[in-house]
């Protein structure tokens, strides 16, 4: 009970792999996305304050940090079905927040409610900081979906997950991390070798194309 039950539930998010029930090449765990997630961000962050911008870090990687917490309840849901409707979005929002109060309210002392129901809450909003975070969650998801391409993946689920991921990140283009992004990391992205160029390269400009 208590503190240490949360401890021994990090160990947890090792085995809870995202995207279940697929054949992929390489599987990732929901522990190590978070920590790419921020990592990511600390870089998109990064860019930003390069530009005049002033980034809450703590903010930053507390929301990049936990955005996944959640997940131990109710494990991975796939991106095509948890962002079908915005309806549908909202209802696994509410449910992952109800279940991680009820276990902040369980398993922790009272004195530390207020910052772990505040740290477990949906962090991706209009501030600055959950922008960013909305950005590196879907860069992360990117590269998870290229990964599987560039092994030459039959499923097109991975393309489909592929344009969900840029055509998001794509609705941030008044970040200058995301201008960097688009404009620096990309290009080095498409130029990979060992890869299927041309649809790839086709279905990225059609996005870009698309959002402007």
Known sequence: MGVHTYFKSLSDLEHLY???GKFKFQSHTVAAHSFKVTKIAQFLGTVEEMNGETVNWRS??????NHDYAELFTGDIKTPVKYATVELKELFSQVEEQM??????AEFPEEFHEAYFNRFKEGKDSSLEGRLLSVADKVDLLYEAYGEILKRN?????FEIYEEALTTILKFQELHSVKYFIDQVMPDMLAEKFMPHSELRDLTERIINRCE
């Not at 930053?60 to 940090?65: A, D, G, H, V, W």
């Not at 991680?100 to 309210?105: C, H, L, N, T, Y």
């Open 18 to 20: 995202r995207l279940p």
């Open 60 to 65: 930053l990687y507390e929301k990049s940090l």
């Open 154 to 158: 039959p499923d097109p689920l991975f």
């Open 100 to 105: 991680a109060r009820k276990f902040i309210e």
